[in-house]
């Protein structure tokens, strides 16, 4: 319990998806004017990392690895997050035909976001890890508390940036840093910010 507690933690904060690695850094800019769309990429993509981590895990743990076949991991693993995100999208286009339309073409690139892919390889390397290490993932719990945490660090960094540019949207930037690059800047000050969390000793 408190070792899936503590990689729940870390993939939020301490490994964050956006921050740590910088996986996701397009849609995670592009999408990230308003909160209502952020919020919605965000829950689309915590979902489908919450289904394809742990088919990925099961895959490459009881399929690939007993048959000698590690080597056909990253096809599998495309395929499980296109699938996926082809879900996704006929859900939200079937429910919510504004946040679909507000998405846009952001909606179907979630199977190219290199967020999903990087969590399902990320995973890959952790089960490897001694079991004494906080980050190692040993069972397909763990690959659903990583995934679940990684997703809502992602979520939590794309909603704290629209927050934060729906503020600025209200305030005088200067012209040479109008745009993207007081977007640049608020995105290095809040990596700044989360590797305060590095030092824990979760």
């Not at 850094?25 to 915590?46: E, I, Q």
């Not at 507000?102 to 179907?108: D, E, M, Q, S, V």
């Not at 927050?163 to 745009?179: C, D, H, L, N, W």
């Amino acid at each position: 319990m408190e070792h899936a507690i503590s990689l729940f933690i870390r993939s939020i904060f301490v490994d964050n998806m956006i921050f740590a690695s910088f996986l996701g850094m397009c849609s995670y800019l592009a999408v990230s004017k308003n909160v209502k769309t952020s919020l919605g990429l965000g829950l689309a993509v915590t979902f489908v990392l919450l289904v394809t981590v742990p088919v990925n895990y099961l895959l490459q743990t009881k399929v690939l690895d007993p048959m000698g076949l590690g080597y056909l991991s990253f096809i599998l693993f495309i395929a499980v997050i296109a699938g996926i995100t082809q879900l996704v999208e006929m859900i939200v286009e079937r429910f919510s035909p504004s946040l679909y339309n507000a998405l846009g073409i952001f909606l179907p690139l979630i199977a190219v976001n290199c967020a999903i892919m990087g969590a399902s390889l990320f995973m890959q390397q952790r089960i490897a890890l001694a079991p004494t290490s906080t980050q190692y993932i040993g069972g397909v719990v763990d690959a659903i508390v990583y995934a679940l945490g990684s997703g809502l660090g992602w979520l939590l960094a794309i909603v704290g940036l629209a927050a934060i540019r729906e503020k600025m949207a209200y305030t005088r930037v200067p012209k040479s840093f109008q745009g993207l690059g007081i977007t640049f800047i608020t995105v290095g000050l809040m990596a700044m910010a989360f590797m305060c969390f590095s030092g824990l000793k979760i």
